[in-house]
C-alpha cells in the first residue's frame, strides 16, 4: 500500500461512529443475565431508531406474517442473534444515511448494498444454509469502503468516478492508482475498528478477491450477489461495471447455474421494499 | 487489474513456444503494412475495415468480425457490408451473439485473448483495447489458426485500438458504426453518433431530438412516447455564488446520478420500456431531457419522476460545500396513433408542463394536462437552507398554550414552527415562511410539521389521554392545493391520530389567492373531520362574507384589535363586536396577543371564550410544554415574567 493509502485508513476516525446506543445494546444482548426485555428498554431510549428497527422488521426481509408491533415483541420474534444484526445494520445505515455525496447518491449506495444483502441472503437460503441474515449483513455492507472514500476524498474519487465512466479502468483499479488503497481495504479496517465480527470483516475486504483461498462461504456468497446486482442496475456504490466472476467464489459457493434465476426473481422482488423500510419515513 | 499494451509490436515473435517459423517473416510483414495503413484511416469503420483486411493477409480462410461498446456498455457487431441481410453478414452476427452468450467475449475482455474450439473450427477472440479505452472485441473463425499467429493478431488489434483512440479524441465519445449501415441493430441504441456533450457525458440536445422523432416511428401498438424535462431549480446561483467549476462538477454528479436512477430496473419496470428505449440528454444549460419510447402508461412518468428526484433530495457534497438541489419536471406523452401530435407538439407540452411545475413552488413534477390553457407565470427562488433543514431535521415545534377565559382551564395549544442553522443561529418564521412559500417548501415543511405534531401527540397521549386539539396554520399555497384535504387525512391515518385533535387556521388573505380551490378544501377539510378557524380576523377584506359563506369552526381575533383594547375605544366598541356576532352565529372565539391582565379581564367580561398571548404563556419547547401544561397538577397560565416579545 502506498503511503497514501496508509493516511487515509489513519483519518478513518474523522468518520461519523456507530451511535453509542448499538455498544450499549449490544452490551446488553451479550450480558449472561441479559434479556430481551433489557435490550428492548435500551433500544427505546432512541425512538428514531426503534422506529426504524420496527419497520424493517416488517419488511420484506424477514417475511412476518402478523405485523408487529412493539419492539419487545419484534425482538422476541426474530431472536437474539438477528437483533444484533438488525440493530447494527440499521445503525450503519442511520450514521450515513443522510450525508450528502457527489455522483453517486447515498441512496443509491444503499440500494446497491441492500440488493447485495437480499441477494446474498437468497443465496444461503437457496443453499439451505442456517442464518441467512449473517448472509444479508455481509451483503450490506460488503461496500462500506467506498464511503469512507468519497467522504474523505471526494475530490478524487470524483475524478476516478469520471476516469471510470470514461471507461479508462475499473473503478477498484483506480482507486488502486489514485489513492493508493481500495473500498475493500479501507471497507475492512473500518469495520475492523468498528469491532464488527471478523466474518463481515472478511466479504468487505475480499469480495473482490479472484486468488485460491479458503473463503468463508459469506465472503463467496457476497461476491456472487454483488455481480447479481451490479448486473441488475439497481443502485450503484459506484461502477458501471460488472465485476468479473471468479471461479473459486463461484464453487466455493456450490451454487448450480439454475439457482440463480430464482435468486435474481426474489433479489428484484425483495429490494425495493428493504430499502424504503431502511431509508424512508 | 493493470491494462498494458497485451501484444508490444517489438517483442520478438519467436518468443511464443510453439511458433513456426514459417508464419514469422509473413507476421512482421504484414504487422509493417498495417502501421502504415491504419495511420491514414480517418474514420471508425474504415479502421475495422484495415483490421479485417490485414489479419486476411495472415489467416486468409478466416471469417472476421468486430464488436463495438456501445454508449450502453452493450457490444454490438460492426457489420463492413453495406447489406445486413446478406447471408454472410447474417451469419456473422451468429457467430458474435453466440460469443456473447457463451461467455467468450467476456473471457477475452477479461484476459485479452480466448480461443476455443468448436465444431470443428477454431475461435479466437482477441480485446480490442488500448490503456485508456476497451473498444470491444475482434473475432477470427476458421477451420485452424496456428497459435504462433496470437501475437501478431493481438498486435493488430492495439494498433487498431490506439487508431481508434485517437479518431475519437477530443469527443471521447464511443463510436458508432455509420448510420446507413444495419438500420435494425444500431438504429435502436446508438442514435446517429454524435459527440456526447463534453461535461456531462450525455447526448447533445440534436441527439435527444433524434431519438424523440425516431420514437414516434416506431411501433406503437398500446404504447406512447413521453418527454421528461428536469430542470435545475435555482441554478444559476450555484454558478454565481460558488463559482463555475463547482456548478459544473455539480450538473455533472446530478447527471450520472439521474442516469442511474433512470435506468434502473424498478423506474425502467414503471416505464413498461427498456434501457434503450430511453434516451437521457443535456437539452440545455441546466436543463436535462429524456426521450422515453415503448412507454406503457403516461401516469408512470409521475412515478419515475419522483424515484429520480428521491435521489437528488440528499444533496450534493462538492468541494466542501453542501448543496440541495431540486429539480422541477416537466411531463407529457402522447400516443401518436391516436392524436395528431409529432415531436415538436410533445416537447413544447413537456416545457408548458416544466413551467408550471416551476411557477407552482419547483421542486415538483408535473404532467401535461391537454386542458390547460395558455398560462403559466413568474418563477421564484429556491433556498438550500429550508432544503438542509428538512434533510437534517433543524426544524423544531414550539406550543403557545390556549387557555378557556372563563376558568382558565387549558384550551388547546398553537403549534409554532422554529428553525436554527446548523451551528445553532435561530433564523425568525418572519424571514423563513415567506421564502419557504415563493419555492413551495411549505408544503414539504408542513407535512413535516403534522407529522411530527403526531408523534407529539401520540407521546402525550401515551401518558395520559386526552383530547387536547393543537392548531396548526396552513399557508396560501397549500390551501390552494387540490389534494389537500386527502394529503392531511393521510398523514394522521398513517400516525393514527384523529383529525379532530389538529386545527387548522386559515388566514383571509390566503384563502384570497385561490378563492374557489380554497372553498373546496376548507369543506372537504371540515367533512374529513378537521377544525378549520379563520385565523386574524378582521385584518382582511372580505371577513364578513366568508364567515358567513364557509363551513369555519370558529375565528381568531387579530392581536391588532385586542392590543388596543384598553387604550382606544374604537378598538374596544369592534372586539366586543366581533365576539356578539361570533357568539350569534354559534362560532367559537379566540382572541390572540393576550398581553396584559386588564385585556384578559375586558375580555372575560364580554363573554369570549378562549384566549392566547403571552400574559397567559408564551410559546416554549415540547418538553417545557409537557412540564408547565401538562404535569398532572391542574394546568395553569403562567404569566410571563419579562413580556418583551422574542
Given amino acids: 500500500m502506498q503511503p497514501s493509502g496508509e493516511r487515509l485508513l489513519e483519518r478513518l476516525s474523522e468518520l461519523p461512529s456507530l451511535p453509542a446506543i448499538y455498544h450499549q445494546a449490544r452490551d446488553a444482548l451479550e450480558r449472561p443475565d441479559g434479556s430481551l426485555d433489557a435490550v428492548a428498554s435500551v433500544l427505546e431510549t432512541d425512538t428514531a431508531l426503534s422506529a426504524r428497527i420496527l419497520r424493517v422488521a416488517n419488511s420484506a426481509l424477514y417475511g412476518l406474517i402478523a405485523k408487529v408491533d412493539s419492539l419487545p415483541r419484534?425482538?422476541?420474534?426474530?431472536?437474539?442473534?438477528?437483533?444484533?444484526?438488525?440493530?447494527?445494520?440499521?445503525?450503519?445505515?442511520?450514521?450515513?444515511?443522510?450525508?450528502?455525496?457527489?455522483?453517486?447518491?447515498?441512496?443509491?449506495?444503499?440500494?446497491?448494498?441492500?440488493?447485495?444483502?437480499?441477494?446474498?441472503?437468497a443465496i444461503a437460503r437457496r443453499l439451505g444454509q442456517t442464518g441467512a441474515e449473517r448472509f444479508y449483513l455481509a451483503g450490506l455492507l460488503h461496500?462500506?469502503?467506498?464511503?469512507?472514500?468519497?467522504?474523505?476524498?471526494?475530490?478524487?474519487?470524483?475524478?476516478?468516478?469520471?476516469?471510470?465512466?470514461?471507461?479508462?479502468?475499473?473503478?477498484?483499479?483506480?482507486?488502486?492508482?489514485?489513492?493508493?488503497?481500495?473500498?475493500?481495504?479501507?471497507?475492512?479496517?473500518?469495520?475492523?475498528?468498528?469491532?464488527?465480527?471478523a466474518v463481515y470483516c472478511e466479504a468487505a475486504g475480499?469480495?473482490?478477491?479472484?486468488?485460491?483461498?479458503?473463503?468463508?462461504?459469506?465472503?463467496?456468497?457476497?461476491?456472487?450477489?454483488?455481480?447479481?446486482?451490479?448486473?441488475?442496475?439497481?443502485?450503484?456504490?459506484?461502477?458501471?461495471?460488472?465485476?468479473?466472476?471468479?471461479?473459486?467464489?463461484?464453487?466455493?459457493?456450490?451454487?448450480e447455474v439454475d439457482d440463480l434465476r430464482p435468486v435474481v426473481e426474489l433479489t428484484l422482488r425483495t429490494t425495493q421494499d428493504v430499502v424504503s423500510a431502511f431509508l424512508e419515513l | 487489474m493493470p491494462d498494458p499494451l497485451l501484444y508490444p509490436v517489438t517483442?520478438?515473435?519467436?518468443?511464443?513456444?510453439?511458433?513456426?517459423?514459417?508464419?514469422?517473416?509473413?507476421?512482421?510483414?504484414?504487422?509493417?503494412?498495417?502501421?502504415?495503413r491504419f495511420d491514414s484511416c480517418t474514420t471508425a469503420p474504415e479502421t475495422l475495415r484495415e483490421l479485417q483486411s490485414t489479419s486476411r493477409l495472415l489467416i486468409p480462410q478466416a471469417r472476421c468480425g468486430v464488436m463495438l461498446r456501445q454508449r450502453d456498455g452493450c457490444l454490438e457487431l460492426a457489420c463492413e457490408r453495406a447489406d445486413p441481410t446478406e447471408p454472410a453478414a447474417k451469419a456473422l452476427s451468429t457467430d458474435a451473439e453466440q460469443g456473447i452468450e457463451s461467455?467468450?467475449?467476456?473471457?477475452?475482455?477479461?484476459?485479452?485473448?480466448?480461443?476455443?474450439?468448436?465444431?470443428?473450427?477454431?475461435?479466437?477472440?482477441?480485446?480490442?483495447?488500448?490503456?485508456?479505452?476497451?473498444?470491444?472485441?475482434?473475432?477470427?473463425?476458421?477451420?485452424?489458426?496456428?497459435?504462433?499467429?496470437?501475437?501478431a493478431l493481438g498486435a493488430l488489434a492495439d494498433l487498431a485500438a490506439l487508431r481508434l483512440d485517437r479518431l475519437a479524441e477530443p469527443g471521447a465519445s464511443v463510436l458508432a458504426p455509420q448510420p446507413n449501415q444495419d438500420e435494425q441493430r444500431f438504429a435502436a441504441n446508438g442514435f446517429p453518433a454524435a459527440a456526447a456533450d463534453p461535461l456531462t457525458?450525455?447526448?447533445?440536445?440534436?441527439?435527444?431530438?433524434?431519438?424523440?422523432?425516431?420514437?414516434?416511428?416506431g411501433d406503437f401498438i398500446g404504447h406512447s412516447v413521453g418527454v421528461m424535462l428536469l430542470d435545475i431549480d435555482g441554478f444559476h446561483r450555484v454558478n454565481r455564488e460558488l463559482g463555475c467549476v463547482v456548478g459544473d462538477q455539480v450538473l455533472r454528479s446530478l447527471a450520472h446520478r439521474l442516469e442511474t436512477t433512470l435506468r434502473s430496473p424498478y423506474v425502467l419496470q414503471a416505464l413498461g420500456s427498456v434501457s434503450s428505449d430511453l434516451c437521457l440528454a443535456r437539452t440545455g444549460a441546466d436543463e436535462l431531457g429524456v426521450a422515453i419510447g415503448h412507454l406503457r402508461d403516461p401516469d408512470r412518468l409521475l412515478q419515475a419522476a419522483a424515484e429520480l428526484q428521491q435521489h437528488l433530495a440528499e444533496g450534493f457534497y462538492q468541494g466542501a460545500h453542501r448543496l440541495y438541489l431540486s429539480v422541477?419536471?416537466?411531463?407529457?406523452?402522447?400516443?401518436?396513433?391516436?392524436?395528431?401530435?409529432?415531436?415538436?407538439?410533445?416537447?413544447?407540452?413537456?416545457?408548458?408542463?416544466?413551467?408550471?411545475?416551476?411557477?407552482?413552488?419547483?421542486?415538483?413534477?408535473?404532467?401535461?394536462?391537454?386542458?390547460?390553457?395558455?398560462?403559466v407565470s413568474p418563477h421564484l427562488r429556491t433556498e438550500s437552507l429550508l432544503h438542509e433543514a428538512l434533510q437534517r431535521s433543524l426544524f423544531r415545534l414550539h406550543f403557545q398554550p390556549l387557555f378557556r377565559i372563563a376558568d382558565m382551564q387549558l384550551a388547546g395549544a398553537e403549534v409554532l414552527l422554529r428553525l436554527s442553522t446548523s451551528d445553532g443561529t435561530p433564523v425568525p418564521p418572519s424571514s423563513f415562511i415567506p421564502v419557504a412559500e415563493s419555492t413551495g417548501q411549505i408544503a414539504e415543511i408542513s407535512a413535516w410539521v403534522l407529522r411530527r405534531?403526531?408523534?407529539?401527540?401520540?407521546?402525550?397521549?401515551?401518558?395520559?389521554?386526552?383530547?387536547?386539539?393543537?392548531?396548526?396554520?396552513?399557508?396560501a399555497i397549500e390551501l390552494s392545493q387540490e389534494d389537500l384535504a386527502q394529503r392531511l387525512h393521510k398523514i394522521l391515518s398513517q400516525e393514527g391520530i384523529a383529525p379532530s385533535r389538529v386545527h387548522l387556521e386559515v388566514t383571509e388573505t390566503a384563502i384570497a389567492r385561490n378563492e374557489a380551490q380554497a372553498r373546496d378544501n376548507i369543506s372537504a377539510l371540515r367533512t374529513a373531520g378537521f377544525e378549520v378557524w379563520l385565523d386574524d380576523f378582521g385584518t382582511g377584506y372580505s371577513s364578513l362574507k366568508l364567515v358567513k359563506d364557509l363551513p369555519f369552526s370558529g375565528i381568531k381575533i387579530d392581536r391588532e384589535f385586542v392590543m388596543d383594547l384598553t387604550a382606544q375605544t374604537s378598538t374596544a366598541v369592534i372586539a366586543e363586536s366581533i365576539i356578539a356576532m361570533a357568539s350569534n352565529l354559534d362560532f367559537q372565539v379566540v382572541a390572540e396577543g393576550i398581553e396584559e391582565p386588564e385585556q384578559l379581564e375586558f375580555l372575560r367580561a364580554r363573554h369570549c371564550e378562549i384566549g392566547q398571548g403571552f400574559h397567559l404563556g408564551r410559546p416554549v419547547c415540547a418538553s417545557d410544554f409537557e412540564r408547565l401544561y401538562l404535569s398532572k397538577t391542574q394546568p395553569q397560565p403562567r404569566p410571563e415574567q419579562d413580556p418583551t416579545p422574542t
Fill in chain 2, 103 to 151: 461467455g467468450w467475449v467476456g473471457l477475452a475482455i477479461k484476459q485479452g485473448l480466448y480461443r476455443t474450439d468448436r465444431q470443428g473450427e477454431v475461435w479466437l477472440f482477441i480485446k480490442l483495447a488500448s490503456p485508456r479505452f476497451v473498444h470491444g472485441v475482434a473475432f477470427w473463425i476458421a477451420s485452424s489458426i496456428p497459435e504462433s499467429l496470437h501475437q
Fill in chain 2, 201 to 217: 457525458g450525455l447526448a447533445p440536445r440534436a441527439q435527444f431530438l433524434e431519438a424523440l422523432k425516431q420514437a414516434f416511428q
Fill in chain 1, 74 to 121: 419484534a425482538l422476541t420474534m426474530i431472536g437474539t442473534e438477528e437483533v444484533h444484526r438488525i440493530i447494527l445494520a440499521t445503525s450503519v445505515v442511520s450514521v450515513f444515511r443522510d450525508i450528502p455525496l457527489g455522483a453517486v447518491s447515498m441512496r443509491s449506495f444503499w440500494e446497491h448494498s441492500i440488493a447485495t444483502g437480499v441477494a446474498s441472503r
Fill in chain 2, 453 to 475: 405534531l403526531c408523534q407529539q401527540i401520540r407521546a402525550w397521549d401515551h401518558q395520559g389521554p386526552s383530547s387536547l386539539p393543537f392548531a396548526l396554520n396552513l399557508s
Fill in chain 2, 11 to 36: 517483442e520478438t515473435p519467436t518468443a511464443a513456444p510453439t511458433a513456426t517459423p514459417y508464419h514469422q517473416p509473413l507476421a512482421l510483414d504484414v504487422l509493417r503494412e498495417a502501421i502504415g
Fill in chain 1, 143 to 197: 461496500d462500506i469502503g467506498r464511503l469512507p472514500l468519497y467522504l474523505l476524498e471526494p475530490e478524487t474519487m470524483g475524478q476516478a468516478l469520471q476516469a471510470h465512466r470514461e471507461h479508462r479502468a475499473d473503478l477498484q483499479t483506480l482507486e488502486t492508482q489514485m489513492l493508493g488503497t481500495t473500498h475493500t481495504e479501507v471497507g475492512a479496517a473500518l469495520l475492523t475498528q468498528w469491532q464488527i465480527p
Fill in chain 1, 206 to 255: 475480499r469480495h473482490h478477491d479472484l486468488g485460491e483461498d479458503d473463503y468463508r462461504l459469506e465472503t463467496s456468497a457476497t461476491h456472487v450477489a454483488d455481480i447479481i446486482a451490479n448486473s441488475l442496475r439497481i443502485g450503484t456504490s459506484g461502477t458501471r461495471a460488472v465485476p468479473v466472476l471468479s471461479e473459486t467464489h463461484w464453487r466455493r459457493t456450490g451454487l
Fill in chain 2, 328 to 375: 422541477s419536471i416537466g411531463l407529457a406523452a402522447a400516443r401518436p396513433s391516436g392524436e395528431e401530435v409529432g415531436a415538436e407538439t410533445l416537447l413544447r407540452r413537456a416545457d408548458a408542463a416544466l413551467k408550471r411545475a416551476k411557477s407552482l413552488g419547483r421542486n415538483r413534477a408535473i404532467l401535461y394536462d391537454p386542458a390547460w390553457g395558455e398560462s
